[in-house]
């Protein structure tokens, strides 16, 4: 049962990834009401696949989705649809402040998740990560929603279904190469201070 759930979440993630693109080539053909619902049953589907959610989170996130399938659905708009990334920029942004205001930050909850080990410097430097992650959200799904109101289907499309990818991308590889240079400092810094303090007998 395990393997079949894993290989159905594998599949969501790139789905879901592109669905801006998938938007704009298929909302004639789908209809604005098919795509909705489309959207809404990928978002089910990538919330009860993805392990390790606390059970608040999944009922408030698909009764969520569930209310915005049945409001495309009623007003059969296109600006519900594209207002999807910004939603998602939303909830990512509050769960990030949510973090900062309940630690550990929501970066230091990744690491910890992927067993990696977290020092006492290492908690700090991963809150300003993920202040730093809380403000590209902010920033994205603002550009995110300005295009939905607007610009052409095909300007938000290519803007969320590539562009907001490859700025993320771009952040994360210039924070991971920081990351290599704060590590060699902060070594640094506990071998000077090792060697300061006094030796025991």
């Known amino acids: 049962m395990k393997r079949p759930l894993q290989a159905t979440a594998a599949l969501l993630v790139p789905v879901l990834l592109v669905y801006p693109i998938l938007f704009h080539l298929l909302h004639e053909r789908l209809g604005l009401a098919g795509l909705g619902v489309l959207l809404g049953a990928l978002v ?22 569930v209310a915005f399938v049945l409001a495309v659905l009623h007003w059969r708009s296109s600006d519900l649809l594209e207002l999807y990334p910004v939603a998602v920029n939303a909830v990512l942004l509050a769960y990030g402040l949510y973090t900062l205001r309940y630690p550990p930050s929501a970066i230091e909850r990744l690491m910890r998740a992927l ?23 902010a920033a994205n799904g603002a550009v995110a929603g300005y295009l939905a109101l607007a610009a052409s289907t095909a300007a938000w499309a290519w803007y969320n279904g590539a562009v907001s990818y490859l700025l993320a991308g771009v952040l994360f590889a210039v924070e991971f190469v920081f990351r290599g240079f704060y590590k060699r400092r902060v070594l640094q810094r506990d071998s000077a201070g090792a060697g300061d303090s006094p030796s025991r007998s």
């Open 115 to 137: 067993d990696v080990p977290v020092s006492d410097a290492g908690v700090g430097y991963t809150r300003n990560v993920t202040i730093l992650w809380c403000i590209f959200f």
């Open 44 to 65: 089910l589907g990538r919330l009860f696949t993805l392990p390790g959610i606390p059970a608040p989170w999944r009922v408030a996130v698909g009764a969520a989705a």
